[in-house]
């Protein structure tokens, strides 16, 4: 027999703005890059909380975070619940955090009623999801999934030069374990949107049946640096120009296929002098599509358009793709445990995919993974002002734990 245990909303909340103290800033976000000091500070948080609810905290060689919580039955692997606790440069409170810690409060609502499941239980929490420090995003995931070495992943720098290794060990948070080796029953990640579905249609929850496939490139325009005021217009060579072009063809591509999107994000413009024609522009292009043959139209749509825009310009151009993941889908049976505990909260909720990437989409390769959604104001995410309420970060953690209390209910059965 299930037991009908309750969130705790207030106490969930609380421990949400308590973490978000750990790199806010001023306009009421977060700024927690990957394996930063705060990062270490949250890690730190992470880490004394869990122990404190009975748990041992295992790191692996990427530092991904495992808090593991016996069952009565240990001989059954754990089941995960889990996110990331690292932000974007102006992230959110919510990003990646309602995840870890709605896993903590399902964790701590069963310490209070006393129930131990059959499976022991995981709380996980993922290194570098966000990407936005080291590229490529869902790093420490890809590597605990087999689809990075440890190598690569360690290998990776960030705009300063500064290695993913170094970083890590300068925290003192690169672990011993093989990444991978740790395995688990199955993976529930709760998660912000990050879109507008949910708060347009006035539904509670999003039962999560997969993540779209994404693609990210970088691509660096090779002009000539020269003089703004000696220069006449037909003898320039000017990299930003050729940028410029670059990033209204891309948004195109974008715009030409339904379900996609295009972006560039990051623009690195040298030598960024009022007064110099700029020789040389980095940049980088993020495109993405639930279908993976659109997605590769879309590929092939940009890769034609460098040389159509450049050439004229008479400029060089490097591209070359640094992140490739498919779209993937979640498991049957993990997604009718999410069901179940839809019903059993009373919640509304609806079927969508993700247009966002999740760590989720990697340990989909490795173990029955499926996700949980709750609306955020306006569908705003990788923004300060990002934000969602007390009730739906509660209803989502307790249609996690109802979730997650299924499917042990199913294991043991
Ligand atoms: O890029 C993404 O979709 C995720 O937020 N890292
Ligand atoms: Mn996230
Ligand atoms: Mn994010």
Known sequence: MIPNLQIDAARLWDALMETA???????????????????????????ATC???????????????????PGRNNALLPIAMGSHLDTQPTGG??????GVLGAIEARRAMVAA??????????????NEEGSRFAPAMLASGVYAGVFTPD???????????????ALDAIGYRGIEKAGERRFQAMFELHIEQGPILEDQNT?????????????????VSGQDAHTGATPMYLRRNALLGAARMIDRIDAIGQAYPGAV??????????????????EVFFTVDLRHPDERDLHRMELDFRAALPEVMEPLTLAFEERMIWNSPAVSFDANLIDCVRAGVAKSG?????????????????????????????????????????TTREECAAGAQVLLNAVLEYDERLSG
Request: charged share 20%; with cysteine.
């Open 21 to 47: 103290t750990i790199g806010g800033t001023a306009k009421g976000g977060i700024r927690r890059l990957t394996l930063s000091d705060e990062d270490r500070r949250v890690r730190d948080w992470f880490k």
């Open 51 to 69: 122990e404190g609810l009975g748990c041992t905290v295992h790191v692996d060689e990427v530092g991904n975070m495992f808090a593991v919580r």
């Open 93 to 98: 409170k919510f990003d990646g955090v309602l």
């Open 114 to 127: 006393g129930y131990e499941t059959s499976a022991p239980i995981a709380t996980a929490n993922w290194t």
């Open 152 to 166: 690569y992943a360690w290998s990776r720098e960030d705009r300063d030069g500064v290695t993913f290794a170094g």
């Open 204 to 220: 509670m929850i999003g039962v999560v049946k997969g993540v779209q496939g994404m693609r990210w490139y970088e691509v660096t």
């Open 262 to 279: 295009a972006t560039v994000g990051l623009i690195e413009n040298r030598p960024n002098s009022r007064n110099v024609i700029p020789g």
């Open 347 to 387: 919640y509304t909720s609806r079927d969508m995919a993700s247009g966002a990437g999740h760590d989720a989409a990697y340990t989909a390769r490795v173990m029955p993974t499926v996700m949980i959604f709750v609306p955020c104001a306006g569908g705003i995410s990788h923004n300060e002002a990002e934000s």
